[in-house]
């Protein structure tokens, strides 16, 4: 298994609250992505990096922020949390340049209440 | 707009038989297609992926058939096995980036 690891596993928090999740890898893998997982819609992507300091938006990325300053470590941050955030949220990582294999985390199961 | 589609929420096949496990695209910009198996509380797992240069890939009991004018592929497990139920997602990526664009998963129950 590829080493990724997601911090905290579970955390429920209030509306408004800022959150943060954290992935960490030990693979060196270049790239990073944050994904959330919803009933109904699969896994979308909110966003990913291409390397330290370089990021760029997924599909939904309205509400979500995120940082990079080490190869190992990519960070989702939620400036206000709402209910509709509430979800599994998985972290992946890949070479990037093929094979294009995105290997993922066990996921954070974040509840906005 | 979904790009990637999987019409079958859910599959129902005994153990020992075929399973197959179908997902359409839409974007012929697509060039490397995976599929994804996961299993409650854990986060997806890579089982198998195809080239669009190629029309089929096999791993042991996983075949992966692309069919690239119908966009269309699908993913044979022979034979099946109880410990194969779990969702299956069918994803994509495009040539022009390098996120992966996912389908709604399938749930596949395999009973003994």
């Known amino acids: 298994d590829a080493g990724i690891t997601q911090s905290p596993r579970h955390k429920v928090t209030e509306t408004g609250t800022p959150v943060t999740l954290r992935c960490h890898q030990t693979e060196n893998h270049r790239y990073m992505y944050w994904y959330r997982q919803d009933p109904g819609h699969g896994l979308r992507l909110i966003h990913y990096s291409y390397g330290v300091k370089d990021t760029d938006k997924g599909e939904v990325s309205d509400g979500y922020s995120v940082s990079r300053s080490k190869t190992e470590d990519f960070l989702l941050t939620l400036e206000s949390a709402t209910s509709s955030q509430t979800s599994v949220y998985f972290c992946?990582?890949?070479?990037?340049?093929?094979?294009?294999?995105?290997?993922f985390g066990p996921g954070t199961r974040l509840t906005v209440t | 707009d979904q790009q990637v589609k999987q019409n079958s929420p859910s599959l129902s096949v005994q153990e020992g038989r075929i399973s197959i496990l179908n997902c359409d695209y839409t974007?012929?910009?697509?060039?490397?297609f995976l599929w994804y198996k996961k299993y409650p509380a854990e986060g997806p797992t890579f089982l198998i992926s195809?080239?669009?240069?190629?029309d089929k890939n096999e791993d042991g009991r996983f075949t992966v058939f692309l069919n690239k004018s119908a966009k269309h592929l699908s993913l044979h497990i022979v034979p099946s096995q109880p410990g194969d139920s779990a969702v299956y997602f069918c994803a994509a990526r495009s040539n022009s980036g390098y996120a992966l664009n996912f389908g709604k998963g399938t749930s596949l129950l395999v009973t003994p």
């Open positions: 195809i080239s669009s240069i190629k």
């Open positions: 974007n012929s910009m697509f060039d490397y």
């Open positions: 992946a990582i890949s070479e990037g340049v093929g094979p294009y294999e995105q290997y």
